[in-house]
């Protein structure tokens, strides 16, 4: 016969052991003095760890006392049943505004592309509120890159007062990886041209560069080069770092994501990156079961995220986070706890 603890009187009992859920009387608890009855009490086995525990049927746990597996309480019956305990990699975030989640509630959750026939991420998505920050950065790293190259050709400001005439990089975007690849052609390309107009035939454009790129001396010419917008070199710069976040874009509008969950570390480092450019009032946050979700992917450019090209539909089983701040996603027991989260079908 198994022992259990009864929560009131915390008296061990020995206890049936029962199938599933089911009414019980524990012989030491008191009586209520005013209605002369003892709690009532529910005997219920846990089907994880096969153990009975005894508990108020008023105030049933969220888990097993014992293993911690979610368990449930029925409405019609009043006795627990077992639910399948909470494995974060079994289920999968998508970080957005309350005003996306009601189109997604009405029409499901599809990419930018799917949705308006174009290439561009959504404006009020996190990936286009960073570009200006992303593509500055970016064309930085650009410039100290062929003022180092240029430098180990023959180092002195020769490339500063030397220019010539500047052609646009065309690209058409197809929402592959490939046009990164495509892209680095065409800067090499232009990068070559410029270095044998102004050097000579013996331009190099593959010499290690590592070394030169940190020192003040290139910090010195990228000041100058940034002071002339028209230079050949300041133009491919920003060129080149516009059009590698529009190749981003393209994908990204390509696409639906969701937070990496294999891995705990990655999942609150990209919800922290997410929400730096919303106000709290301006998130909402979506979690579905990553079985309900199709054709997912790793995400090349971020391993925080994973992602689709397909559709998912509003009845797949979305869940939206409706208690407590959106700070308090970080933590373990919040996200475990299905209480804080809202089937569409019952959020208005």
């Not at 070559?192 to 190099?204: S, V, Y």
């Amino acid at each position: 016969m198994p022992v259990a603890t009864c929560s009131e009187c915390y008296h061990y009992v020995n206890v049936p052991n029962v199938d599933n859920a089911q009414a019980f009387e524990c012989p030491f608890c008191l009586r209520d003095p005013l209605t002369k009855k003892k709690p009532v009490m529910v005997l219920y086995k846990c089907h994880s760890c096969m153990g009975v525990s005894l508990f108020a049927a008023k105030r049933p746990p969220s888990a097993c006392p014992r293993c911690r597996t979610l368990i449930r309480t029925l409405v019609n019956q009043q006795v627990p049943s077992v639910v399948a305990p909470f494995v974060e990699r079994e289920w999968l975030y998508h970080v957005t505004s309350p005003t996306v989640a009601r189109l997604v509630k009405a029409g499901g959750l599809r990419s930018a592309l799917a949705r308006t026939g174009v290439r561009k991420p959504d404006p009020e998505g996190s990936f286009a509120k960073d570009r200006v920050k992303r593509v500055s950065t970016s064309i930085d790293s650009r410039l100290r890159q062929y003022i180092a190259n240029c430098r180990a050709n023959r180092d002195s400001d020769w490339f500063v007062k030397q220019d010539t005439a500047y052609t646009p990089i065309p690209l058409v975007f197809t929402g592959d990886n490939n046009d990164y690849e495509t892209l680095k052609v065409q800067d090499d390309s232009r990068f070559m041209a410029f270095g044998k107009q102004t050097i000579g035939a013996g331009f190099k454009g593959d010499i290690g560069t590592v070394k030169l790129s940190r020192d003040a001396t290139t910090l010195k010419y990228m000041k100058d080069l940034k002071a002339l917008p028209a230079h050949f070199l300041t133009r491919l710069a920003n060129d080149y770092a516009n059009l590698n976040f529009d190749i981003e874009g393209a994908i990204t509008a390509s696409h639906v994501y969701f937070l990496n969950t294999t891995d705990l570390m990655m999942t609150k480092d990209g919800f922290k990156d997410y929400i730096k450019f919303r106000k709290p009032e301006e998130t909402a946050v979506l979690r579905i079961r990553r079985q309900d979700v199709f054709g997912l992917m790793a995400d090349e450019a971020d391993q925080r995220a994973v992602r689709t090209a397909l559709s998912v539909s509003a009845f797949a089983g979305f869940e939206v986070m409706t208690a407590g701040t959106r700070d308090d996603f970080l933590r373990d027991d919040f996200r475990a706890d299905s209480d804080n989260w809202t089937p569409f079908k019952s959020w208005v």
